[in-house]
């Protein structure tokens, strides 16, 4: 079991760069799947990327693919998800997860494991 902390949210101008955290307490990170999603205001939690339990399958939404980079330092039990050219529609609370299972998934349902979000605000 693990409990995962997210961190690195703020208020940039479009344009700008941010990189996320995910900071995981537990022993088994390093066994787990990791993905991150999105809750903008008024909309459904979405589906970000993914990765498997050693971070060398990636998989993103094909909306978002080209400006967003996850990985997953199993050493430091942290994940990440830089976010470059951020735009107003990326505005949204970011939520990692993660789940024992041997490789990746974009179904919320599958992750029984998540962080309280951190929240990504793009201004125009």
């Known amino acids: 079991q693990v409990s995962l902390v997210e961190s690195g949210g703020g208020l940039v101008q479009a344009g700008g760069s941010l990189t996320l955290s995910c900071a995981a307490s537990g022993r088994s990170f390093s066994t787990y799947a990791m993905g991150w999603f999105r809750q903008a205001p008024g909309k459904w939690r979405e589906f970000v990327a993914a990765?498997?339990?050693?971070?060398?399958?990636?998989y993103y939404a094909d909306s978002l693919e080209g400006r967003f980079t996850i990985s997953k330092d199993n050493a430091e039990n942290t994940g990440y998800l830089e976010i470059s050219n951020l735009q107003p529609e990326d505005t949204a609370v970011y939520y990692c997860?993660?789940?024992?299972?041997?490789?990746?998934?974009?179904?919320?349902?599958?992750?029984?494991?998540w962080g309280q979000g951190t929240q990504v605000t793009v201004s125009s």
């Open positions: 990765t498997n339990w050693n971070g060398q399958n990636k």
């Open positions: 997860a993660a789940e024992p299972m041997s490789t990746w998934s974009a179904r919320i349902y599958e992750y029984d494991f």
